[in-house]
């Protein structure tokens, strides 16, 4: 069986992709233990100077697998499952190499926030881009609404949080959210460009000037998703959440108490 999460070298620039197609790269801890490996593989390697995030198929990321919702490997509790998968959002945010997303399709919860974690967002204009936690009886955990405060404006964060409804690409590219808009077939070829492009800068001053950058907003991001892993763990312990998840089990609209 092929690899979930398939890790490239194109001379400087390292290629991460999503590749369950089937499922709309929906993820799982195995997607999530191999992205984390993935980063830390190409962030090793002195060669490599600038990365790709992508998707197989017609979508990015439709967040996590519906089939494994409320499922933790070895058993463990929430605080460490929400722990593990902060680690390769923080990867992400930390890098020295800048990370260019290549998005097409859906970016929905977790595919959302790794969108968002990337330094720039190229997409076609089918994107829809979603944090539908609140639905759940959820928010987001690993960074979602501080990036999306950073980049788009606390106004429209709340909006995309709090409803939890999808926005278009035009809509996304007008608030700041991704940066261009490409046709479907240039969309890989846009993304691989500026990744080339910036990789063939000098590698310590492009660390220093995204360093430089996110001195605005990366440290609050930083403290704001360890605050979300807390609010999470809360969250994951109330009986709006468990109503959630039986309501959606028994196709029926949830009827939430506020407890």
């Known amino acids: 069986m092929p690899s979930s999460v398939l890790v490239e070298r194109r001379g400087r620039v390292g290629i991460v992709s999503l590749?369950?197609?089937e499922r709309h790269n929906a993820m799982t801890d195995e997607m999530t233990a191999l992205m984390r490996s993935g980063f830390a593989?190409?962030?090793?390697?002195?060669?490599?100077?600038?990365?790709?995030?992508?998707?197989?198929g017609k979508s990015f990321c439709s967040g996590r697998d519906t089939t494994v919702l409320g499922t933790r490997v070895h058993d463990e509790g929430h605080f460490t499952f929400l722990?593990?998968?902060q680690e390769v959002r923080m990867s992400m945010y930390e890098s020295p190499k800048p990370i260019v997303a290549a998005l097409r399709g859906y970016a929905i919860g977790g595919g959302a926030e790794i969108a968002l974690a990337c330094d720039i967002r190229v997409?076609?204009?089918d994107l829809q881009m979603a944090l539908p936690e609140i639905n759940f009886g959820l928010v987001t955990d690993t960074g979602g609404s501080q990036a999306l405060t950073?980049?788009?404006?606390?106004s429209r964060a709340k909006y995309m949080i709090l409803t939890g409804r999808k926005v278009d690409a035009q809509t996304l590219l007008n608030w700041g959210a991704i940066d261009f808009i490409v046709e479907d077939d240039k969309l890989e070829e846009t993304a691989f460009e500026i990744a080339e492009e910036i990789a063939s800068k000098p590698p310590v001053?492009?660390?220093m000037g995204k360093q430089l950058i996110e001195l605005v907003y990366g440290s609050t991001i930083r403290s704001g998703i360890r605050q979300e892993l807390i609010a999470q763990v809360a969250l994951f312990g109330t009986e709006d959440?468990?109503?959630a998840g039986s309501a959606r089990r028994e196709k029926r609209k949830p009827d939430f108490k506020g407890r």
Request: no cysteine.
């Open 19 to 21: 590749n369950r197609p």
């Open 41 to 56: 593989e190409l962030l090793a390697d002195p060669q490599i100077r600038s990365l790709v995030v992508r998707g197989e």
């Open 83 to 85: 722990r593990r998968g």
């Open 123 to 125: 997409a076609t204009a």
């Open 150 to 154: 950073a980049i788009a404006g606390p």
């Open 205 to 207: 001053a492009v660390a």
């Open 241 to 243: 959440y468990k109503e």
